[in-house]
């Protein structure tokens, strides 16, 4: 008998990695069957790299200036999607938009992690401490993350799972820590929900239509996940 085939997935990071890693770890500790495909980067040297590195995974940096433009970032990647063939790409921390041609590539096949709990806070510039500063400037009781299919606008796209925890004071370092256990303990839920069929790309034009999900997997997350906000 031979194997079952991993689905694949692709990242696209710009620092750390650290939910990438955090992928990896518990794909690896619930024994699902998912692999990452590779690993590109904005960056030459961001923390990721070493990541991909200890996990064998290929890397590569694909910038502007390696590129020469933003047309040849976009030709690169398209060719390394033509070349490792994921099933998922996967945004983790990346910093830069994604091109349209990468998108329409990937069609409903594109997910993000943000660190709020979107409509709010979201947007071009809404990143990293941008957004938990202003979640605290805002008084907001809580923040959360949120996973969301890509599009062409920036955190706009289908809402997948959002779960959310008490800023209860707290200021913006300490909401980003409560913040990233919850996208650590999340994000890799979602990409099995992806390998197991319970979560399926569609080829609808319409962005609130990009994928469907089981309502089963739904309701189980809420019971097994402190948080769970559901679409």
Known sequence: MTAPTPFRYAVLASGGGSNF???LRES?????????????????????RQIA??????????????EGSDEGVARRLIA??????????????????VPDAVLERMKNRVVNIHPALL????????????????????GDAF???TIHMVNEHYDEGQVILQRQV???GADAQEVARRVLRLEHDTYWQVIKAFAEGRIVPTSSNDPSQ???IDPLWKADMAQRNSGVILP
């Open 119 to 138: 409509p709010k806070h979201g947007g071009a510039g809404m990143y990293g401490h941008h957004v938990h500063e202003a979640v605290v400037r805002a």
């Open 21 to 23: 890693g955090a992928i």
């Open 210 to 212: 990009a994928v469907r």
């Open 53 to 66: 590195a200890d996990a064998r995974v290929p890397f590569y940096h694909v910038s502007a200036k390696t």
């Open 80 to 97: 390394l999607l033509d070349e490792h063939r994921p099933d998922l790409l996967v945004l983790a921390g990346y910093m830069k938009k």
């Open 143 to 145: 923040s959360g993350m």
């Open 166 to 168: 008490e800023v209860d």
């Open 28 to 48: 690896k500790a619930n024994a699902s069957s998912v692999e990452a495909a590779f690993v590109a980067s904005n960056n030459s040297q961001p923390g990721v």
